[in-house]
């Protein structure tokens, strides 16, 4: 694994934690020099306090950043203890966090166009890449997928980055296409209009993506979810199988070369 983390200790307040989707809230928090050292891709790995017995961080992917205005916002979906007390947070609550964790996407030098993949919470690391991409003057696609409409997440937000196609999927069909937003993805890789994909969400979503873009020649990146329990390196309950042998996803990921996973 690399060494050192990137990862420093910051104190943060909350600023805003709403709820934007079924079971799906938006933290926003003030940690200014978070802000300032945030590339698309990385994580934290935040302390959420109130269980005494609950030793490890959280890792979190982050959606945005204001380097001006020192603040991060986060997207999290409730699915247990932590992030069930996260969801009570209100403005002026403080903890810690460390950050940034891992490295970020990497685009080909010369992409002129790029297609993002998300699926459910997998959303908010391609929407943060596709804001710097466009910022860069890279076009940007996105196919977006959830379960069912009330947990879409991103749609607006692709659209007001100004991307020219934003497909929507969801498994029973109450929005956009009915089915998996694979199916959208694949057919716009077909085009040959893409010279990179990004993609984060279900691994086995991010399989067929990589797949997809293997078979049309893209170079496509994923961003993988692993349990962590420390976050920089030194427990190595993140690791992931690729051709080059285990690696850590908090270290040598989250965000993976495509072509290297063998398991996701
Ligand atoms: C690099 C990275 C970025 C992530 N970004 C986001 C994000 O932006 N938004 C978001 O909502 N979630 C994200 N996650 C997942 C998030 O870390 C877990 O949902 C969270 O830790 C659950 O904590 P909990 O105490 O509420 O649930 P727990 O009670 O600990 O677990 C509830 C369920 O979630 C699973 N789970 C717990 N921790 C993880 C984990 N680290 N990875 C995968 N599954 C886990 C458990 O197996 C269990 O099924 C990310 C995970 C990683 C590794
Ligand atoms: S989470 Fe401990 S080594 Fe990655």
């Given at each position: 694994m690399p060494n050192p983390s990137p990862a420093r200790m910051h104190d943060f307040e909350v600023i805003s934690n709403e709820k934007i989707a079924d079971g799906i809230f938006s933290l926003v928090i003030s940690a200014p020099r978070l802000a300032r050292a945030l590339k698309p891709g990385q994580f934290v790995n935040i302390r959420v306090p109130g269980d005494a017995f609950e030793l490890l961080r959280?890792?979190?992917?982050?959606?945005?950043?204001?380097?001006?205005?020192?603040?991060?916002?986060i997207w999290y979906a409730v699915v247990g203890n932590a992030t069930r007390r996260m969801s009570a947070w209100t403005p002026g609550a403080t903890s810690d966090l460390l950050g940034p964790g891992g490295h970020g996407w990497t685009a080909p030098e010369g992409t002129k166009r790029a297609l993002v993949v998300g699926g459910g919470i997998g959303v908010p690391p391609v929407l943060c890449?596709?804001?710097?991409?466009?910022?860069?003057?890279?076009?940007?696609?996105?196919?977006?997928?959830?379960?069912?409409?009330?947990?879409?997440?991103g749609v607006e937000d692709f659209k007001a980055l100004g991307c020219e196609n934003v497909c929507?999927?969801?498994d029973d069909g109450t929005a956009g296409e009915h089915g998996f937003c694979?199916?959208?993805?694949?057919?716009?890789?077909?085009?040959?209009?893409?010279?990179?994909?990004?993609?984060?969400?279900?691994?086995?979503?991010?399989?067929?993506?990589?797949?997809?873009?293997?078979?049309?020649?893209?170079?496509?990146?994923?961003?993988?979810?692993?349990?962590?329990?420390c976050g920089f390196g030194a427990c190595s309950t993140c690791n992931v199988e690729t051709t080059d042998g285990m690696?850590?996803?908090?270290?040598?990921?989250?965000?993976?070369?495509?072509?290297?996973?063998?398991?996701?």
């Open positions: 959280i890792p979190l992917s982050y959606v945005s950043a204001d380097p001006e205005h020192g603040t991060v916002e890449l596709a804001r710097d991409l466009m910022e860069r003057g890279i076009a940007v696609d996105a196919c977006i997928g959830a379960a069912t409409a009330d947990k879409l997440v929507v999927a969801t694979t199916d959208s993805a694949s057919r716009l890789l077909a085009t040959g209009a893409y010279d990179y994909v990004a993609t984060c969400g279900p691994g086995v979503m991010m399989h067929e993506v990589a797949d997809a873009a293997a078979a049309a020649g893209v170079a496509c990146e994923a961003s993988l979810e692993r349990m962590m329990s690696q850590g996803a908090c270290m040598c990921g989250p965000v993976f070369d495509a072509t290297k996973v063998v398991v996701w």
